[in-house]
């Protein structure tokens, strides 16, 4: 008996049309073999890769139930003799007969197996939802292996499988991305205010619905901006250039006046704040003292938020508050309005609340008091 990848490979030749006198007479043999199990396996296991559905088929009790209602003789292979190229001649008709009958008879059984049916809504794709909690962070693979590091507060939606054409995510919040470079198949990230379109890139995304801005800070590659109110515009005369962002350049779309400015992202003084012992009582001259003047560029100062660093670079206080309470899981109730516009420079690695309200105050008194989550900027 023939192995199974020969038959495979006989029926496979035979369905091409380039199969010899031979191997068809092997194929015929098999066809017409009353011993057909090796067929019968080849069958069942067809048949179980096409489906989900377990089950057993019986091609041959097909066969031959469709041999019957076709009128085909079933002693076909023991004919009177004929000359050597008629045989040929009347075997490939015979073997045409009976492949076509293997063929209709596996489809017969295709059709009349359960299987289940495919809605237009299985063919989409399921779009996920990952929401991060305030005082967390969380990083994510999307299906084509891009990563994001999603920031505190923040949402994203992404399908678990991207078109043909494009890729595109929808992010509420703040996310670092590192995306696949695939020139066939741009990234698209979608705001509230703006869209993001990338071909393999390092930027980060900051748009928070409390917050006034949305900004596209660009680390490597080349991203293009297009606001969404012009995305929308149904003037096809119209032609929109996109912002094009280069390396260590920030882009800055402002709600009130739907402008976007571009800024370099400049080598910049940042002043750190340096370990001090807590048990000491410090004044503001001589924690000046203690600080240590760092060049950064403010790319790196835009990003260091996903290695747990918390740059302040003078930022209003009603900012940082909000800053804040996203990093700390905190409510803060600000009733000292006069410090609201106060701005402050510091960074902070790895420290509580309290160690950052305490520096801050030291550089510009203000008082507050702590009752669980929930924290009071007093009034003097």
Do not use: C
């Amino acid at each position: 008996m023939e192995t199974k990848p020969n038959i495979k490979s006989l029926l496979e030749k035979f369905r091409q049309g380039s199969a010899s006198a031979d191997e068809l007479q092997m194929l015929y043999g098999i066809l017409g073999n009353a011993d057909k199990t090796e067929l019968d396996i080849i069958t069942n296991q067809t048949w179980s890769e096409v489906s989900d559905t377990n089950g057993e088929i019986d091609s041959m009790l097909l066969l031959e139930a469709t041999r019957k209602r076709a009128g085909i003789s079933s002693n076909a292979e023991k004919e009177n003799p004929f000359t050597r190229s008629e045989k040929i001649r009347s075997l490939y008709i015979e073997v045409l007969k009976y492949a076509a009958i293997f063929f209709v008879a596996f489809a017969f059984a295709w059709f009349l197996k359960p299987a289940p049916s495919i809605t237009t809504a299985q063919l989409k794709p399921n779009f996920y939802k990952v929401k991060v909690a305030y005082g967390s962070k969380t990083t994510i693979e999307l299906p084509d292996s891009s990563v994001v590091v999603l920031n505190s507060g923040s949402s994203l939606s992404y399908p678990d499988k991207f078109e043909a054409g494009s890729r595109t995510v929808v992010l509420n919040g703040e996310a670092f991305f590192e995306v696949k470079q695939n020139k066939h198949r741009p990234f698209f990230v979608k705001t509230k205010d703006i869209t993001i379109r990338v071909l393999g890139t390092k930027f980060n995304v900051k748009s928070y619905p409390d917050e006034i801005t949305t900004e596209t800070t660009l680390v490597s590659g080349k991203v293009e901006i297009l606001k969404n109110s012009d995305l929308a515009n149904t003037d096809k005369n119209k032609i929109i250039e996109p912002i094009v962002l280069k390396p260590n350049q920030k882009a800055i779309f402002t709600r009130e006046t739907g402008n976007t400015i571009l800024k370099e992202q400049e080598i910049e003084e940042v002043k750190e704040k340096t370990n001090i012992p807590a048990q000491k009582v410090i004044v503001p001259t001589l924690l000046v003292a203690n600080i240590a003047d760092q060049n950064k560029a403010k790319t790196e100062i835009d990003i260091a938020w996903k290695n747990n660093k918390l740059i302040l670079n003078n930022d209003r206080f009603i900012d940082i508050i909000k800053k804040l309470e996203r990093w700390y899981n905190v409510q803060i109730t600000l009733q000292n309005k006069q410090i609201g516009d106060v701005r402050f420079s510091a960074k902070f690695d790895g420290e509580s609340v309290t160690d950052v309200l305490n520096a801050l105050k030291l550089i510009e008194p203000f008082h507050y008091e702590i009752n669980k989550s929930n924290i009071t900027i007093l009034k003097y």
